[in-house]
């Protein structure tokens, strides 16, 4: 097997500048990947996952440099090879996706210039030999319409097809081996889903080899049969893909699989892993999880543990296995996921009967008394153009949505990316505007109210952001930034009380008082966000918007926030409106969802209602295309063809006919009024009338 | 009274603008995050060498920013009955300590440290006939022998001597520091030392025990050496030549020090109000506002600036030309013109930072904590000055320095097209414009575009130090990056 290994890596190791001292970001990876065979690298952000990545085509970045070790392809070290001989591997033997594609296409270049470009390099092609291969290319990678597309610039084509294009390239030279790093990151799920459909086609067809990396454990399940997890510049475990899914050894992988939000951990505490991966040249000696592991022992913090065979595919880097010394050990080891129970609970029932939902829904149903309404809200901002910068049509994000939001309840807003449902948060909080329709807040109307009158309603709601990274002015000291809202809206008038109160609202959110004092820079993402958390509290508010809190964290740090916002909806009766593209949050956290498609809610219901039977066309669609960590689970997709229409000029009838399987023929004249399916569920499709 | 003070304009202007710094270096020390940002810059060794010599610069420049005229009729006008009278001419506390250089003029160009003129004149024998040769100077050299033949011999003894002092004076200094350490600290002489030149750390030290004392000592004896030589040789020699009316060209140079400032400073003192808020108005408020300053600083930047100025400058001269009654004194008259021309300079300067500033406004709004603090209710007022402007001012601060830089040269250029400061004002553009002349003779001129490029240089190169210093002390990506 190691001979007819397409790729062999050994002992890689890449160092970096840090200041005046140089420290290893990747240190003794070694791994094969077989003609044909897909072979993932997991982990989270900063463990060294992507900088492998290019240290194997040689294109690491100038900081960093490559120190020792070999990349055989196909027999040749690549580490070997001059720089003109590299350059003949690029592209022809060894190919590479971007993860953002967006900004890895030249702006300037047409779609066929930038291929052509790639093939007159790899097979001395051009004019009209060039072109016919370029035209063969976007088709093998489901560019419709391929003709037209050639002449394009990348600022005419969409995400999805820009990484269409993006593979088209990759594919110009016939590598034999493909590395994708994260190619789907950037996409929503619906596109995801037929990237990775095509790029599983395109490795099937052509008996490539596939290096994968990505931090979705999902995607991994979908797509890989053999898998390395990557921690702190270091393979921890490689197995494959059905071993590391039900029996993951090293303690990082089970507590990444623990820290996953779905079904079954509804209503308890998710797993988290202490702390966070420390930062380059922080490395510990010994072990580098040691700090973060439950099973961790004296050894670990002396020693770093060598590889352990467990089966002969399945490798872990952990004392706990080793042969010798097994007397100092802790308990015996066990290779199985430390959620067992969750497994079995979710593959048997999944949603078809999960008892435990339906009694937490009752329980929370008595109670149910509205604090926030939102009727036919519409937010339409003009295009303007032409010399007087006169109204030419508008991009109606938000065009006609009804929401009721119960107290103590979480309401999920999910959809795509573009479909309005950020707008529908910033206009409940009179961020943006002017809109048309009611809001009403406790009882008030705020549509209309001037920014005076709606300055002592703002208490009462209250937003989250997305990117913990913009969401804190870097200028001001975590102190100020929690008391400016009492301050301005006069929660707590004085400022020693307001000193006091700070304290109080970062022990809520598990932050060490002295924290105070210091700048958002100094924290890291999942810190942020628990700031940003207790800035929100601060002004006591009834119903908070989170608006993807937790998009931007790795998963350990995801779940951290999760356990925070759920317990302090129990403790302080909160209302969440969770607006998130993320199923499994959907399934741990709401209580009702509501499936928005280009400005329009298109099915409300209780997240049993949604989960276990989606009506509409586009949430069914939507659910299956959502990667389950579970490569038993590998089931037919429905993949929805096309993508999002553009909400400047939304297509006639419904909105969906256009990517609809079912679609009749009065979706592509009439949009359906919303039918009442049940006490809970409605949905706005012609197949329910 | 023996002297009248007499308190010009950019007097006023500068010292007020003195006066703001001490408060706000004031206001500075309470504030904790600003004195640690502050303490950053002071372990900056480059930065606070740059310091040292601008704060070198600043003392020339402050010195010679405090006027007066002095008494003529003196001792004997003793009787009180009779109003005192006063000289016409305006000196400066820099001209009383220079008197030597500035009363001593030749006939005409010298070069540095010469005997004799540069130029061949009518010299009378001894035995009276007359010949054409380079006449000796009247000053230059006047203790030596006819032939100056010891020149070279007193050039090194005098070199020696500066060196001597200036080690003197250094030794004297850094003592000086290492006891007030020592006493601050309250620990052995020798232990201040080594701490000052980073040989040894002490235990658990923080802000300022890291204080780059080294770099502000090296910077010191650097300066001092170069003080020291200048004042041993132009007490006997013109250290830097003469020029064409036979003035010192190291007087002329050190004169120039307070124009550059005073159109550096001065000039962003007009310009940074205007840019700042119209920069932030436009990119926060946005619809007809951002309209009305686009329009604005547009049609301003599309005016070709020189002759903008040309014409604001003209108009002025003839203001004050026909109203000779409001000037007591021809430096009151250049002040005036100095002062008038900082002020156009600023309103047409400002078009760049300001849209600088709105772009940044434009992509700071969009950002979630400024939405954050729109949900919090706060005022349009508030978000400015607590979100939005302290996130703009490392982009002031950088532009500032750089116009700093780019100011003291565009007085150069102004003053070479005859637009800048009023002719009898000493400045480094009239200094270059003259060179331009002296350039183009034969045998050249070289020594006062020399001094010129010199001292201009060292006040620019240390100010953008400074300020770069500065930037890596207050920028956040930058700070929190190191």
């Not at chain 2, 160009?109 to 000796?136: C, I, W």
């Amino acid at each position: 097997m190691m001979t007819a290994s397409l790729l062999s890596v050994r002992d890689l190791r890449v160092d970096i500048n840090r200041g005046r001292r140089r420290a290893p970001v990747v240190d003794g990876v070694s791994f094969d990947i077989n003609e044909g065979e897909t072979f993932a690298i997991v982990g989270e952000s900063g463990c060294g996952k992507s900088m492998t990545a290019l240290a194997l085509m040689r294109l690491v970045p100038a900081a960093a440099r490559l120190v020792s070790g070999s990349v055989h392809l196909a027999g040749r070290d690549l580490l070997e090879l001059t720089e003109g001989g590299m350059r003949e591997v690029r592209g022809r033997e060894l190919a590479m996706i971007f993860q953002e594609p967006n900004t890895s296409l030249n702006p300037v270049l047409t779609v066929a210039r930038q291929i052509g470009e790639v093939l007159e390099r790899q097979g001395g092609l051009r004019g009209n030999d060039a072109r016919a291969r370029t035209l063969a290319l976007l088709d093998a990678v489901g560019i419709a319409d391929a003709q037209r597309r050639l002449d394009e610039y990348p600022f005419q084509l969409s995400g999805g097809m820009k990484q269409r294009v993006m593979i088209a390239m990759a594919l110009a030279g016939d590598p034999k081996m493909l590395i994708a790093d994260e190619p789907t990151t950037a996409l929503d799920v619906t596109i995801q889903a037929q990237i990775l459909d095509l790029l599983r086609v395109l490795q099937r067809e052509r008996r490539m080899g596939m290096l994968l990396i990505s931090h979705d454990l999902g995607i991994v399940a979908e797509m890989a049969q053999r898998v390395a997890v990557m921690y702190a510049g270091e393979i921890v475990e490689v197995a494959g893909v059905t071993e590391f899914f039900a029996a993951p050894c090293h303690p990082y992988a089970k507590k990444l699989f623990a820290a996953l939000p779905d079904i079954s951990r509804r209503g308890a505490l998710l797993e988290t892993i202490p702390g966070q991966v420390p930062s380059v040249g922080d490395w510990p000696a010994g072990c580098r999880f040691a700090a973060r592991c439950p099973a961790a022992f004296g050894l670990c913090r002396e020693r770093a543990p060598e590889v352990v065979a467990i089966s002969a595919t399945h490798t872990v880097r952990c004392h706990l296995y080793a042969a010798s010394e097994t007397q100092q050990k802790p308990g015996s080891p066990r290779c199985a996921r430390d959620d067992e129970a969750g497994v079995f609970a979710k593959s048997a029932a999944t949603w078809q009967s999960s008892a435990l939902v339906d009694g937490e829904l009752d329980r929370h149903h008595e109670s149910k008394q509205s604090v926030l309404d939102a009727v036919d809200l519409r937010m339409h901002f003009p295009i303007r153009g032409g010399l007087l910068k006169r109204t030419v049509g508008s991009v109606r994000a938000v065009d006609g949505v009804s929401l009721t939001l119960a107290r103590g309840r979480t309401l999920a807003l999910v959809g795509e990316s573009g479909c309005g449902k950020t707008t529908v948060g910033k206009a409940l909080l009179q961020l943006v505007g002017p809109g048309s329709g009611s809001i009403r807040l406790a009882g008030r109307e705020l549509m209309g109210l001037s920014r005076r009158e709606m300055r002592p309603l703002r208490r009462k709601i209250q937003m989250i952001f997305q990117d913990p990274f913009a969401s804190l002015n870097p200028r001001m000291r975590v102190g100020e930034i929690i008391s400016e809202g009492m301050a301005a809206l006069q929660v707590v008038a004085s400022a020693s009380l307001r000193d006091q109160a700070v304290h109080a609202l970062l022990a809520q959110v598990g932050l060490p008082a002295e924290a105070a004092l210091r700048y958002p820079h100094e924290f890291s993402g999942g810190q942020r966000q628990r700031i940003a958390i207790a800035r929100t509290l601060a002004v006591q508010p009834d119903v908070i918007v989170c608006d993807e809190p937790t998009s931007a964290l790795d998963v350990s740090v995801q779940a951290q926030i999760l356990n925070l916002l759920r317990e302090l909806q129990e403790r302080l009766d909160l209302s969440y409106l969770f607006i998130t593209h993320n199923f499994a949050v959907v399934e741990y956290l709401a209580h009702e969802v509501a499936v928005m498609y280009l400005g329009r809610i298109v099915e409300f219901g209780s997240v049993a209602d949604i989960l276990r039977d989606p009506r509409h066309p586009y949430t069914v669609a939507l659910l299956s295309a959502v990667p389950v960590p579970d490569p038993g689970q590998r089931r037919e997709r429905l993949l929805l063809a096309g993508e999002t229409p553009s909400p400047a000029h939304p297509p006639a009838g419904c909105h969906f006919h256009l990517r609809c399987a079912k679609v009749m023929d009065i979706c592509r004249r009439q949009y359906p009024e919303s039918t009442q399916l049940s006490a809970s569920h409605r949905v706005s499709c012609h197949l329910f009338k | 009274m023996n002297f009248l003070p007499v308190l010009l304009w950019t007097d006023l202007l500068i010292w007020l603008l003195v006066l703001l710094l001490v408060v706000a270096a004031i206001a500075a020390r309470r504030n904790e995050p600003l004195r640690r940002g502050w303490a950053h810059v002071g372990r900056n060794r480059g930065g606070m060498a740059a310091a040292t010599v601008l704060a070198v610069f600043f003392v020339v420049g402050l010195s010679d920013s405090v006027h007066f005229r002095s008494r003529i009729d003196g001792a004997n006008g003793a009787n009180g009955a009779m109003p005192a009278n006063y000289a016409v001419e305006v000196r400066s506390l820099l001209d009383l300590s220079l008197g030597h250089l500035r009363n001593r003029p030749e006939k005409s160009y010298s070069e540095p440290l010469a005997l004799r003129l540069y130029n061949k004149d009518l010299v009378q024998l001894p035995d009276g006939r007359q010949t054409r040769d380079y006449p000796r100077l009247r000053y230059g050299g006047s203790h030596l022998d006819e032939q100056g033949t010891e020149r070279g011999a007193d050039v090194a003894a005098t070199l020696a001597r500066a060196l001597a002092a200036a080690l003197l004076v250094w030794s004297a200094c850094a003592a000086l520091l290492t006891l007030g350490l020592s006493r601050r600290q309250g620990e052995r002489l020798a232990a201040s030392w080594r701490r000052i030149w980073g040989w040894e750390c002490a235990a658990g030290e923080s802000g300022e025990s890291n204080f780059a004392w080294s770099a502000v000592l090296a910077a010191l004896g650097g300066v001092l050496l170069v003080a020291a030589i200048l004042i041993a040789l132009s007490a006997n020699y013109h250290a830097f030549g003469t020029d064409k009316v036979g003035q010192d060209v190291l007087y002329l140079a050190l004169k120039s020090v307070r124009t550059a400032l005073i159109i550096g400073l001065l000039t962003t003192l007009v310009l940074l109000p205007l840019a700042v808020t119209l920069g932030i108005m436009a990119g926060y408020f946005r619809s007809w506002v951002d309209d009305l300053v686009q329009y604005l600083y547009t049609t301003i930047s599309s005016i070709p600036g020189v002759l903008l100025i040309a014409a604001a400058v003209l108009m002025m001269q003839v203001v004050i030309d026909s109203h000779p009654q409001w000037f007591a004194t021809s430096a009151e008259r250049a002040d005036v013109r100095l002062l008038s021309l900082c002020l156009i300079l600023g309103m047409t300067s400002w078009t760049s930072l300001c849209r600088l500033l709105r772009g940044e406004t434009l992509k700071l709004s969009q950002l979630e904590f400024i939405l954050a603090a729109h949900a919090f209710g706060l005022s349009h007022r508030r978000i400015i000055v607590r979100h939005i402007l302290p996130n703009l001012m490392h982009i002031v601060l950088i532009s500032l320095v750089m116009d700093f830089s780019q100011l003291v040269l565009a007085e150069a250029v102004l003053s070479y097209v005859g637009i800048g400061v009023d002719p009898s004002t000493i400045s480094f553009g009239t200094m270059i414009n003259s060179a331009r002349m002296e350039l183009a003779r034969e045998p050249m001129v070289w020594w006062s575009l020399a001094a010129a490029f010199s001292f201009m240089f060292a006040l620019v190169l240390s100010a953008n130090l400074l300020a770069d210093a500065v930037r890596d002390a207050f920028d956040p990506q930058i700070a929190g990056s190191s």
